[in-house]
T-cell receptor, first 114, second 112 residues
Framework: DAGVTQSPTHLIKTRGQQVTLRCSPK?????VSWYQQALGQGPQFIFQ???????QRGNFPDRFSGHQFPNYSSELNVNALLLGDSALYLC?????????????FGSGTRLTVV | QKEVEQNSGPLSVPEGAIASLNCTYS??????FFWYRQYSGKSPELIMS????GDKEDGRFTAQLNKASQYVSLLIRDSQPSDSATYLC????????????FGTGTLLAVQP
């Protein structure tokens, strides 16, 4: 049973460019959450998608947007990249309605903005 | 602002000793608490969850929760060099999403 999968694993972009990161949830999960982890920091909640809609958003600008598809997979888009967007981007999936037993994260996408 | 505070370390312990990692949180309404282990360059791995006051043991790991003091801790017995990693404390932030609020993590170094 595949867990949470993310692609690509590494990415290098130039300031001002746009990037799309992808996440496939664990089988049976219908909810996807995205987190940003800057170097030396804990993960920070970006947003969560359920039923193809953004359900809650953390303290991130509108340059960060997302999408969830009917098969529950999700994309994270970041526009007008800044150097400060360099981070590990983590995806976690869960099943709505279940108690929170703790998220399992994917292996992450390491984004470097130069 | 809901916060989770951890000492960044590094916490250095000799092999075979007990490592004690601590975390405080600000939201008294939080009900679920988690410890994640993160090796350098890897994603966080869930190692313990705790929901009620008291202790919860799983192998060499013991999580302790004191909601009155808003304090969570993780004890690692018989520490091994392979336990060397950053340990992240996470608290459920409430609301419909069950989002997690993380501390900055404590770096643990187990010396052989």
């Amino acid at each position: 049973d595949a867990g949470v999968t993310q692609s690509p694993t590494h990415l290098i972009k130039t300031r001002g460019q746009q990037v799309t990161l992808r996440c496939s949830p664990k089988s049976g999960h219908d909810t996807v959450s995205w987190y940003q982890q800057a170097l030396g920091q804990g993960p920070q909640f970006i947003f969560q998608y359920y039923e193809e809609e953004e359900r809650q958003r953390g303290n991130f600008p509108d340059r960060f947007s997302g999408h969830q598809f009917p098969n529950y997979s999700s994309e994270l888009n970041v526009n007008a990249l800044l150097l400060g967007d360099s981070a590990l981007y983590l995806c976690a999936s869960s099943n709505d309605g279940e108690a929170n037993y703790g998220y399992t994260f994917g292996s992450g996408t390491r984004l470097t903005v130069v | 602002q809901k916060e989770v505070e951890q000492n960044s370390g590094p916490l250095s312990v000799p092999e075979g000793a007990i490592a004690s990692l601590n975390c405080t949180y600000s939201d008294r309404g939080s009900q679920s608490f988690f410890w994640y282990r993160q090796y350098s360059g890897k994603s966080p791995e869930l190692i313990m969850s705790i929901y009620s006051n008291g202790d919860k043991e799983d192998g060499r790991f013991t999580a302790q929760l004191n909601k009155a003091s808003q304090y969570v801790s993780l004890l690692i017995r018989d520490s091994q060099p392979s336990d060397s990693a950053t340990y992240l404390c996470a608290v459920e932030g409430g609301g419909a999403t069950n989002k997690l609020i993380f501390g900055t993590g404590t770096l643990l170094a187990v010396q052989p």
